[in-house]
């Protein structure tokens, strides 16, 4: 079994949390047995419940990213092992977007960091991503064969991009037809990349248990732009994917 490799991060870090119950500041996490290699942040809670979530991030971030440092404070809050991590295509460079070849390598950086989080939480595992990150994690379970083991418990999916702003006939579903994992969609009322009427519709081509939980007013950022921060949506989102699951 391998053993990735987990130092707590020097100097500039994301702050000390404010909460009793995670039990430090997030640490650097690194695996480079695997290949692709895992990088990223992880979140250890005070009083674990044995469960892990993987989160990453869109086409355009990294896991920097306010609105999934936020989430992974939540989650370690409520006793969650939660490793933040890049995407091979952003651990490869710093800007920019991944390129046409990059999606397959990402998912297989996706199943790494996942298998890379057994080693550290002894129950179940989840993933989720925002936007392209969101998409990958669910086309990663989607190619898991009906018969093979379990990859994830269940899926986390913020700002699906259901298709490229004003394009809602390149739909992104083909894979739907195919997941079987209990997954939550969090889509905002305003993102162009899919309505909630839209997302609705698509939700009906997933045999595995779904809920989609709308966020008024807020677009693909989810509220989580600049400085701004809706930090009111993190219990909500939370409590709905316990609840599904």
Known sequence: MKTPG?????GKTEGEPSSAS???????FTDVSSDPFVRGLLHRPAKPNGSGLV????AGSNCQAPLLVALAETFAEAGYFVLRCDLPFRQDRPYGPPGPYDAKRDRAGLRDAVVALKNVASDRIFLGGHSYGGRQASMLCAERSENAPELAAGLLLLSYPLHPPRKPEQLRTQHFFNLRTPTLFVQGTRDPFGSIAEVEQALKLIPAKTKLLTIEGAGHDLGFKGRSKRKEILPEVLSEFLQLL
Not at 6 to 10: E, Q, S, Y
Not at 55 to 58: E, N, V
């Open 6 to 10: 987990f130092f707590k991060a020097r």
């Open 55 to 58: 989160l990453t991030h869109g």
């Open 22 to 28: 995670i039990e430090s500041a997030p640490q650097v």
